[in-house]
């Protein structure tokens, strides 16, 4: 069974930093790509930064240079590092694995979430 353990989240003041760390189980990490969505009070949900199984990253330019993904896979670990947080960053924070088969992330594994908090 899939499953994520999710950790990091909290709550800071704008410029603050956060780490957000998802641990994963039940099945080979490193043979996946990786990625955290967010979703801020409302319906839509944005990936925002991936990894692939070996080591590409790709972001929403809202963090680009901001946020930092990167994965340990002697650890089945994914780190989300963000920096310079603006209040606009607050949303709970989903560690995803892309799904068998080649299709998007959303229809991958998704842990239970962690709620960012960003003051002004």
């Known amino acids: 069974e899939v499953q994520f353990v999710e950790s990091g989240g909290g709550s800071v003041k704008a410029g603050g930093s956060l780490r957000l760390s998802c641990t994963a189980s039940?099945?080979?990490?490193?043979?996946?790509?990786m990625g955290w969505f967010r979703q801020a009070p409302g319906p839509e949900c944005e990936l925002v930064a991936s990894i692939s199984s070996d080591g590409r990253t790709n972001y929403v330019g809202s963090v680009e240079g901001r946020f930092t993904i990167s994965r340990d896979n002697a650890k089945n670990t994914v780190y989300l590092r963000m920096n310079s947080l603006k209040p606009e960053d607050t949303a709970v924070y989903y560690c995803v694995r892309e799904p068998d088969g080649g299709s998007s992330f959303e229809f991958g594994y998704w842990g239970q979430g962690t709620q960012v908090t960003v003051s002004s």
């Open positions: 039940g099945f080979t990490f490193g043979d996946y790509d």
